[in-house]
């Protein structure tokens, strides 16, 4: 049985900083890029970035500089460390391995004042 379980999130200030991880069970977690995903809202979920199975991360241009995916296939977690957090980044995260259909619960972030 795959599980993948999201944690980390929370509240935090615009200009702050969070780290969520997901953890992985169920599957052979080196073979497959793993992507962060989130979605906001009243708004289609969206690619953040992603990092291959051989340790490669790519991001989308509205987190690069700001976001730092990481992955360690010993511990089967994938991290993303969230800096210089806006208003925007509000959403819930799910982590999700690529050319599957499985999916995470997602966790929460909320950035406010």
């Known amino acids: 049985q795959v599980q993948l379980v999201e944690s980390g999130g929370g509240l935090v200030q615009p200009g702050g900083s969070l780290e969520i991880s997901c953890a992985a069970s169920g599957i052979i977690f080196s073979r497959y890029t793993m992507g962060w995903y989130r979605q906001a809202p009243g708004k289609e979920r969206e690619l953040v970035a992603h990092v291959t199975s051989g340790g490669w991360a790519y991001y989308k241009n509205f987190v690069k500089g700001r976001f730092t995916i990481s992955r360690d296939n010993a511990k089967n977690t994938v991290s993303l460390q969230m800096n210089s957090l806006k208003l925007e980044d509000t959403a819930v995260y799910s982590c999700?391995?690529?050319?599957?259909?499985?999916w995470g619960q997602g966790t929460q972030v909320t950035v406010s004042s």
């Open positions: 999700h391995p690529w050319d599957t259909n499985y």
